[in-house]
């Protein structure tokens, strides 16, 4: 090619690049075109990226399904999303469903994080005894497998324990735990002391002068999360740096009648308490977003009973109410998802070294939550 021919492609290129480039700051700011829209031609966009605790589930935005992602399958990277309240579902056959309405802001992307615990609970069996080939063995009814499944082998005998029996260790270990736990100031304790409090009927509002003084203060600690119940009401308390909390703490620097609008009205009231407060006062990111140091936890209208926080986590909560077991989300935004992992009252419940513990009467199960080996 001569230097002439040269030159004129190289002018060709300059000339298409001068082109292209504003169409490419264009699009990679956030700018879109609307053509469906004879008003607004021009619109702006954001993004969200949602992480999940399984990976073979459905995500919808505004019930449109996201295509799976190839690289991370445990996260949904979602662009091009207009400015405003979006819908976005998490679902699988068999998995209880995680939705949340998210505020998308221009050329910002919003972070979330669903789960998913499973319709059925499955437990593993904590057997008193086994036989010689290690088999557990159950000389009573299993009223827990009524409400959950198994895969463990076990064998149901009326006839009393046999020398050829061999007693479990770690049933032993795990019955200690809640030995341990009745005589304890353990987290389940505050329920039974509320539950006398209504049951001898104290008029609110002499009970909430003698709460706000003299009612115990319970709590529990995973890294900087504090989980504390006052009175029976539970609460998520931030205690490391402000500049590290997690994000679903923090909303826009805006009105009360905004925030109300973007992610409820219980997070804006939850902001305006805390403005005025001295002991857990608002927080400014280096965004310029308002951060709570707490956050309240719906308990659905029932005493709470126990809580801890979830294995390996410290954004899901474990919560015992009145009519069963719950896992609840910690963000509130819209709302916390709270999804049931076991149905009844007449089990009491333990979180030991991420381990969730379960006793029925005099037997013993453990709580499988890891879905991706059910």
């Not at 050329?107 to 437990?123: C, D, R």
């Not at 916390?336 to 009467?361: C, E, F, P, S, W």
Request: overall charge negative; hydrophobic content about 40%.
């Amino acid at each position: 090619m001569t230097y002439a021919k040269r030159q004129r492609f190289f002018l060709v290129l300059a000339v298409i690049f001068a082109i292209t480039l504003p169409a490419i700051i264009f699009y990679t700011t956030g700018y879109r075109l609307n053509l469906g829209d004879t008003e607004n031609r021009i619109v702006t966009t954001g993004g969200m990226y949602i992480t999940t605790n399984t990976t073979e589930v459905e995500v919808y935005l505004d019930e449109e399904q996201v295509r799976r992602p190839r690289l991370f399958r445990s996260a949904y990277y979602i662009q091009n999303i207009e400015a405003g309240k979006h819908r976005v579902v998490v679902q699988k056959e068999n998995l209880h469903t995680w939705v949340k309405q998210l505020p998308v802001d221009p050329y910002i992307v919003i972070e979330a994080a669903s789960f998913n615990m499973p319709l059925t609970p499955t437990v593993r069996l904590i057997p008193e005894f086994r036989d010689g080939a290690g088999v557990a063995l159950y000389t009573e009814a299993i009223p827990v497998l009524d409400v959950a499944t198994t895969t463990d082998v076990f064998v149901s005998t009326t006839t009393s324990p046999r020398l050829t029996w061999t007693i479990n260790s770690e049933y032993d270990f795990v019955a200690s735990l809640f030995a341990t736990t009745s005589t304890s100031t353990a987290p389940s304790i505050i329920g039974q002391i509320v539950e006398q409090v209504e049951r001898f009927g104290f008029s609110s509002s002499s009970a909430t002068s003698t709460e706000a003084t003299s009612s115990p203060q319970l709590f529990t600690e995973r890294g900087n999360m504090r989980l504390r119940e006052v009175a029976g009401e539970l609460t998520a308390q931030w205690i490391g740096s402000p500049q590290s909390v997690p994000y679903y703490f923090c909303v826009g620097n805006t009105p009360s009648s905004s925030v109300a609008a973007r992610y409820g009205d219980h997070v804006a009231v939850q902001v305006e308490e805390q403005r005025l407060s001295t002991t857990t006062p608002l927080h400014i990111d280096d965004e310029g977003r308002l951060c709570r140091q707490q956050i309240q936890i719906d308990r659905k209208q029932q005493m709470v009973k126990y809580f801890a926080f979830m294995p390996g986590t410290s954004d899901l909560i474990l919560l015992q109410l009145e009519d069963g077991i719950y896992v609840t989300e910690i963000d509130d935004r819209s709302w916390q998802n709270t999804q049931r992992v076991y149905t009844g009252a007449g089990v009491d419940v333990i979180v030991h070294n991420d381990v969730i513990y379960l006793k029925a009467g005099s037997q013993l199960f453990e709580l499988i939550t890891d879905i991706e080996s059910l």
